[in-house]
């Protein structure tokens, strides 16, 4: 199915104005991203700022296993957490599961490539991306690990994601 404006309009962002969905339209074609399979969203969270194209993790970990180069991922949290004396300390976590004992902080990712000594490493914090919006209210850890790993997927190979996200 080809995207057009109206089509847009219709199933992913009513809001959005057209140039806006010019926009979403021209990235999702550039990058082969299909929005049917949810691997980008546009999302107007308020009526007088501009829409966001949002690049789910899915197109960045589909895109990144067919690079030559691409050699694995992991991910994770951060979390503040206390120990049976009562001392705080910093521990990254593989995934995103934690207590409500504990405090989370961020997330992680590293992205291994074969071309490279060291992997990409990414750590993000939470708080400059909890918006409280949608997803964020209920599945925090979660969304802060797949920003994380976005993230490094888009610093390992930034010329071929070049233009995925938004400010």
Known sequence: VKLSLGLV?????????????M?????????????????????KYDKTKAAQIVVGKDFYNRRAQEFPTYNGHAAGIILQVKDAAGKLSIERR???????????????????RSDLAEPIEIEVS????????????????????????SQAWREA?????????DE
């Open 9 to 21: 309009h219709r199933y992913f962002c009513a809001d959005a104005s057209e140039p806006e969905v």
């Open 23 to 43: 926009h979403f339209l021209a990235v999702c074609k550039y990058h082969k991203i299909n929005p049917w399979l949810k691997e980008a969203y546009l999302i």
């Open 157 to 165: 190979y930034p010329k071929e994601f070049q233009g995925t996200t």
């Open 94 to 112: 593989v995934g995103a599961f934690h207590t409500e004992g504990e405090t989370l902080l961020g997330g992680w990712a590293k992205v291994w």
């Open 126 to 149: 939470l708080k400059e991306y909890d918006k409280g919006q949608a997803l964020w209210t209920t599945m925090r850890a979660g969304m802060i690990r797949k920003v994380a790993l």
